[in-house]
């Protein structure tokens, strides 16, 4: 799957409604990303440039397109399926330094392009189909060695097990009062240029493309018409499979493969979550007071399962992004921000910006009685809040945001892995790489909310942090009203607050939201977005 004329069209979303219409057609998938910045892994990079960082079970830090890729499969994604050119050079440099090349003179072609080749040669046999988006736009120099890999690639395997999708704009120009098709033409003649031919294009465009306009598109990109498909938009991302059945998608694979057509894809589930989109019984508001609002993306998993937990109780979830950082200065904007919504979540984040104000939502959701749900670095504030109004320990602060009188959160130096191995860390490790990455396990106290929600005492999910509450304070806050109801199997990490004097009032020092799936919510959220349809009868 290659993308031209801009970025940003979909090319995630659109691999991963393509992967679901397989699996609704019996077939396995595996799906895959290679991008061409030159990072190891997104895990340094500013949500404002690249949005969230997806964090599978083993540790990787990746695109947020493998996100897309979950929940829409359900297929867990794995530190393998995601490589970027940075990781590609940084491999074959490695292998150079140890001499594994024999004294060969290292070149894009064939080292660099057999590198890439090997990543989408190692998911051979994990699957029926293998899915493979390429990052970027096609024109880009950085894009270049991936185009000639996935060139080699398909030559070598044949067309009877390749296929190149491509996905293009096909933009309204308001002064004609016409969709015009010559960017998409100027895309596929890009991409031949490099010797590669699609044989299936995606045309996004924002209103219907006339039979005319997919017959112009089919002649002079040399594919059959049937192989144009509208990739039209929608007004939610789980009508994709849908609309993309509707318009032949997986039956030009089927062909392509030589696969039967019929019989179709069961998309029965598909069809149950969009009427529940469409056709809510309730509606909530829920706070979103973060840091990197500007871009919604930077919370892709977070919106997403928000709207998971609505479909479940058959409610329409509105998202209200607050900044942080506009109550720090006046708490009658706090109050204007807040009192209209039915439910507040502060959300994982990076360094003392907004923290106060982070710190001041929960002291308002708190007093307030409304549904409170705090994410790793909103569990860490409700930990401050709760030690500074309710225990009376006015230093009480994080050593992220410096040294501090109460260090009530700060940096984890040393932890065992589940393979025995050591990690530690100081204020002078290197950042990429260097947090609790990846699914833990935690134990739950017995009869507590969140033992309660999950219907169990052990449970597992993914973190991605460097700071952790620090557990010598517990007996303190519990006085407080503040419950510590999950803990790392030794007890040494607190994993999981609550106050059972609140209506619904958690923090998680986990990322529930990585997990959660339009078909398989996550409990925490189904929770929380019950206890939001609840306070909105109240309000």
């Not at 096909?170 to 002064?175: L, R, V």
Request: aromatic share 8%.
């Amino acid at each position: 799957m290659t993308g031209g004329v801009v970025s940003s069209l979909g090319k995630g979303l659109a691999s991963a409604a393509l992967a679901a219409l397989l699996q609704a057609r019996g077939y396995s998938v595996r799906l895959c990303k290679m991008d061409p910045y030159l990072n190891v892994d997104p895990g340094t990079m500013s949500p404002f440039q690249h949005g969230e960082v997806f964090v599978t079970d083993d540790g990787a830090e990746t695109d947020l397109d493998l996100g897309h890729y979950e929940r829409f499969t359900g297929v867990p994604a794995r530190q393998s399926d995601n490589v970027t050119t940075g990781r590609i050079y940084t491999d074959v440099l490695a292998r150079e330094r140890k001499g594994e090349y024999l004294g060969a003179t290292i070149q894009v072609v064939p080292h660099i392009t057999n590198e890439i080749q090997d990543f989408i040669r190692a998911k051979d046999g994990s699957a029926d189909f293998v899915l493979v988006e390429i990052g970027g736009t096609v024109g880009d120099i950085e894009s270049l060695p991936f185009l000639e890999a996935i060139r080699q690639f398909g030559n070598e395997v044949g067309r009877e097990r390749a296929l190149f999708a491509h996905m293009t704009l096909i933009p309204y120009i308001p002064a004609a009062g016409e969709l015009k098709t010559k960017p998409t033409q100027h895309s596929v003649k890009e991409l031949m240029s490099y010797g590669i031919r699609p044989r299936v294009l995606l045309c996004r465009a924002d209103r219907e493309i006339s039979e005319e306009e997919r017959n112009k598109i089919a002649l002079f990109c040399n594919i059959d018409n049937s192989s144009v498909i509208p990739a039209l938009d929608v007004k939610s991302i789980y009508e994709v499979p849908l609309t993309y059945h509707a318009a032949g998608l997986d039956n030009e694979v089927m062909k392509h493969f030589n696969l039967p057509v019929e019989p179709g894809p069961d998309l029965s589930t598909w069809e149950e979550i969009v009427h529940r989109v469409k056709e809510p019984e309730h509606k909530v508001k829920v706070a979103i007071v973060g840091k990197y609002i500007s871009l919604t993306d930077s919370y892709k998993s977070l919106n997403e399962a928000l709207i998971h937990g609505g479909i479940a109780n058959n409610a329409k979830v509105e998202l209200k992004f607050i900044e942080a950082e506009a109550f720090e200065k006046d708490d009658e904007d706090l109050a204007a921000h807040l009192r209209d919504c039915h439910a507040i979540l502060v959300p994982g984040a990076f360094g003392s910006r907004g923290a106060e104000g982070k710190i001041k939502a929960v002291q308002y959701a708190r007093e307030h009685k409304i549904p409170y749900f705090g994410i790793c670095f909103g569990m860490q504030m409700a930990v401050i809040e709760a030690a500074r109004h309710q225990c009376g320990i006015t230093g009480a602060n994080s050593t992220e945001f410096g040294p501090c009188e109460v260090p009530l959160i700060g940096l984890m130096t040393e932890w065992i892995a589940d393979d025995g191995s050591v990690h530690q860390r100081t204020e002078e490790t290197d950042l990429g790489g260097t947090m609790r990455l990846g699914a833990y396990p935690a134990k739950l106290v017995e009869g507590s909310r969140v033992a309660e929600i999950y219907g169990a005492t052990d449970i597992e999910d993914r973190h991605r942090h460097r700071y952790e509450v620090n557990i010598a304070y517990k007996e303190q806050l519990e006085e407080a009203g503040l419950i510590f109801s999950g803990l790392s199997p030794d007890g040494k990490l607190p994993e999981i607050v609550e106050r059972q004097d609140h209506p619904w009032f958690v923090g998680v020092q986990f990322h529930p939201e990585l997990k959660s799936k339009p078909f398989d919510p996550h409990p925490l959220f189904i929770s929380f977005i019950e206890a939001a349809v609840k306070q909105s009868g109240l309000v």
